[in-house]
Structures are given as structure tokens and as C-alpha cells.
């Protein structure tokens, strides 16, 4: 298949490895594309919607997005729609708030079904569907960013694309992490879910948060030329570059552990559903000499397991637990060598500040983070171990090996991610609308609950 007339994001784009202030470089770039006699007399509306059915990462990741676009000179209003009541936790900008819905999960197995209130997958998802679309009737945005699943979770999201199209007023972009899954898994699951159709019909742009000389989403999945005219490859986030646009200040993030002095180990779980396995092998693993260990387990993590690590933690001088952090990129500046599994976010927290780190990464119910971790690791930016191979022996083994230092991930794949996003969105706002709902309607998007497990 030909994927030509594909675009990077590089109009818009800084170069590969540029220095520099990222705020500076987002008003530079921001000021390119919006000149001064062309910017709406309003702020612009701006709604991200993120499902939110495993873990943090996707909520994580439209948080780092409205607070890059809320510090840039683009005039924006932002509503955040989130599937995880912790994003209230979270510290929002000024023009920044959030809607947070009925929480839904997602099992290892693929099933979903209510996280807490008691009712059927149905009920939820109908309760969840109007709540999304009554929001947006209000708000009334400009534009739709939509994370990862092009019909939201279960269909959600179906008849809010089918009213933003009749209502023919706002554009709507897919942002996709860099790797879904297995090619054969994602050609087979849109396939069913008709998501290309989805796309066709209902977005204007596709946005990829990665570097396609990592991994070429539109190759590796064979997207349609008239999907892949679409997609624009943003650059991977990062967080570095967050920490200086948005100015956050915090305390010492180990202040309160009352550690000896020493290097610090960090183990980090996302948001700890399916992160057992790999906590209790770091808590029962043998730290170096004169090295402290922090295990940060996630919210999700079940609460005997938790209580199972704090009593093994209390009877160890240099092992801490902690449940939650709103940003745990304060303690991983701090950290000198960081076992983690393998979600976007983490991995590329991990890149952003430089860390010698080895990736456990989930292969259930995807094998994205495997995927993933292992085009990083072939260029030799981080270690992998597979889960089969996971133990509190192979740990202590990789603890206690010479820190070699790996080459700065900036110098080999393309972080400029945030940089980019503000004059990308300017672009879909003022551009013709490329989305189908232009024309006359062809189709509606069909029901087809039988393509998700339950």
C-alpha cells in the first residue's frame, strides 16, 4: 500500500534534537502560524476526551496535553472528558477543567465491565454515552481530541460524532500513542469496528504521538491512503519540556520517606491494576549497597497488595511504598536507575529525563508495550526483560551491574512532541474540514458491541 501524501509534522515542526526553551520554542512556533491580524476575536473550545478503562496513561496523556495547550499563546478554553474520577487530583491551569464519568474497566482478559457502580455494561455505557454527548451539546467546541479509540470505549462515543457532524461546527482529531498492538490484532479489531470508516467520516486529522523511525503506525498497520493522508506523526512528549512550560513547583518528592542517604531505585507500575508481579519481585529483589528503593504502586494496584508491600517495606531501612503522586515526574528527576513497566507515559518519562532504566512490559491483554520497549531497546536506549523471565533474582542482577550510561534519547528519536501540538491544532481549526461530514452523509456508524469481548 502507498502512503503517499502522508505528512509529518514537520511545517510546523522544531528539529530533532533542538535545544532550547520549550516555552520559547511553543510561542516561536504558535506566533509562525497564527498571525496576528488572523486570530479569533473568542477563544478557541477545545474538548479532549480520554476513556480511561486500564491504568492512567490516557487521561495522563490529554492532562499533558491541555496543560501544553493552555501555556501556549493559542487562546483556548479546554474540557477535559476523563473515564478516571483521579484526574480531579490533578492541578489544572486556569482554562482547564475536567468532567470525569462513571468509571469503566477494563480486565487483563480484555472483558469490561463497571468499576464501582452496580449496574450492567449496558446501562454504563448508555449512562457514559449521553453524559459525553450532553457535555459537548453545551460546550459547544471547536474542537474534539479524542484518545486512542476512534469510537470511544464500547461505541460511546458514537452519537456524539454522529451530532459534532450534523452539527457540522467542530473538528475532530485522533491522537493514537505510537504502537496499538500486533498488526494481525489491530487490522482484525478495526476491521470489525470499522474504525477506518469511523475515521473517514468523522475526523479531520489523526495524530500520532511518536516518530515514525521508531515505528510507522500507518505502515505497520496498513491504514487506507485516504486515512493515512490524515495522520500527522507529532513527536513523542516530553516530559522534561512539560515540567519547564508549565512552571510546577513542588517539595522535595522524597522529603517525607525520611531515607538514609544513598542512590535511589525507582519502580514504577502505571497505574498498578496489573503490577503485583513486578512490585513484589523489586520488594524482595537485593538493592546495591548504600542504595534506597521506592516502589510507587498506582492507585488500581488491589489493596491487599499494597498492604502486603507496606509490611515488607517496614522491616527494610532503605524500602518505601508509596500508593499515588499527581506527578511522578518529580521523583523520577530524582532517581538514579528505574524498573518500570511499559505504558507510554512511563517509558517516555523515562527517556525525557535520561534514565538507566530496565522495561518489564505488560504482554496481556496487548502486546503494545512489548512492542515497544523492544524497537527502544534495538537502538539502544533502555534494557528489557520479559515478564516470563520476571524475578527477584533477575532484578538484583540487573541492579547490581556497572551503570552504563545510555546515548541521550533526544539524539535518536524525535521529542519535540509538545512543541508541535499547539500550531498542529491551529492548523486543524482554521483548515477546510477534510472530514466526510462535508458532504452528505453517507452512512451511520452501525452498532458492533459483538467486535468488543463483553
Not at 124 to 145: S, Y
Not at 378 to 395: F, T
Not at 433 to 442: F, K, R, Y
Request: net charge positive; aromatic share 6%; with cysteine.
Amino acid at each position: 500500500m502507498s502512503v503517499e501524501g502522508r505528512k509529518d509534522a514537520s511545517p510546523l515542526a522544531a528539529p530533532r534534537g533542538s535545544n532550547g526553551s520549550a516555552r520559547g520554542q511553543i510561542q516561536r512556533l504558535a506566533h509562525a502560524v497564527i498571525p496576528r491580524g488572523h486570530r479569533p476575536s473568542r477563544k478557541w473550545r477545545i474538548a479532549l476526551y480520554s476513556h480511561d478503562t486500564m491504568g492512567l496513561g490516557h487521561m495522563r496523556r490529554n492532562r499533558l496535553i491541555a496543560q501544553t495547550l493552555a501555556n501556549s499563546p493559542l487562546p483556548a478554553i479546554i474540557l477535559m472528558i476523563a473515564g478516571a474520577g483521579e484526574a480531579s487530583v490533578f492541578e489544572m491551569p486556569p482554562g482547564v477543567d475536567c468532567l470525569t464519568l462513571p468509571a469503566l474497566r477494563k480486565g487483563t482478559d480484555g472483558e469490561y465491565w463497571s468499576r464501582r457502580l452496580d449496574v450492567s455494561l449496558q446501562e454504563l455505557i448508555a449512562l457514559r454515552a449521553k453524559t459525553i454527548r450532553a457535555a459537548l451539546e453545551v460546550f459547544e467546541p471547536d474542537a474534539l481530541i479524542v484518545d486512542n479509540v476512534p469510537r470511544g470505549a464500547v461505541g460511546e462515543l458514537d452519537p456524539s460524532l454522529e451530532y459534532l457532524r450534523a452539527r457540522g461546527n467542530t473538528r475532530c482529531v485522533l491522537g493514537l500513542r505510537d504502537v496499538l498492538d500486533d498488526p494481525a490484532v489491530v487490522h482484525r479489531e478495526w476491521r470489525c469496528r470499522a474504525n477506518e470508516d469511523t475515521i473517514r467520516d468523522h475526523y479531520d486529522a489523526v495524530w500520532v504521538y511518536g516518530d515514525p523511525a521508531v515505528y510507522d503506525l500507518v505502515r505497520e498497520y496498513r491504514l487506507a491512503l485516504d486515512v493515512a493522508e490524515k495522520v500527522r506523526y507529532t513527536g513523542y512528549l516530553n516530559h522534561r519540556q512539560w515540567l519547564e512550560l508549565t512552571e510546577v513547583k513542588s517539595a522535595e518528592p522524597l522529603a517525607d520517606l525520611d531515607l538514609p542517604p544513598g542512590q535511589l531505585a525507582l519502580c514504577l507500575l502505571g497505574g498498578g491494576q496489573d503490577g503485583a508481579r513486578l512490585a513484589e519481585a523489586f520488594a524482595q529483589a537485593s538493592l546495591p549497597p548504600e542504595t534506597n528503593g521506592v516502589i510507587l504502586t498506582g492507585p488500581f494496584m488491589p489493596p491487599d497488595i499494597q498492604q502486603r508491600l507496606r509490611r515488607h517495606a517496614a522491616t527494610q531501612s532503605r524500602l518505601r511504598v508509596i500508593e499515588f503522586v499527581p506527578e511522578p515526574a518529580h521523583l523520577l528527576s530524582r532517581a538514579d536507575r528505574v524498573i518500570a513497566m511499559g505504558g507510554y507515559n512511563t517509558t517516555f518519562e523515562v527517556l525525557s529525563f535520561e534514565k538507566r532504566a530496565l522495561i518489564v512490559p505488560r504482554v496481556q491483554p496487548r502486546r503494545e508495550q512489548m512492542i515497544r520497549a523492544e524497537r527502544l531497546r534495538d537502538l539502544g536506549l533502555l534494557d528489557v526483560l520479559h515478564p516470563n523471565d520476571l524475578s527477584p533474582r533477575a532484578l538484583t542482577e540487573w541492579l547490581a551491574r556497572d551503570a552504563r550510561s545510555f546515548p541521550p534519547a533526544r539524539g535518536h528519536i524525535d521529542l519535540n512532541g509538545l512543541v508541535r501540538l499547539p500550531g498542529l491544532l491551529e492548523e486543524v481549526l482554521t483548515a477546510p474540514s477534510s472530514a466526510a461530514w462535508s458532504q452528505p452523509p453517507e452512512r451511520k456508524i452501525k452498532n458492533r458491541r459483538s467486535c468488543y469481548v463483553a
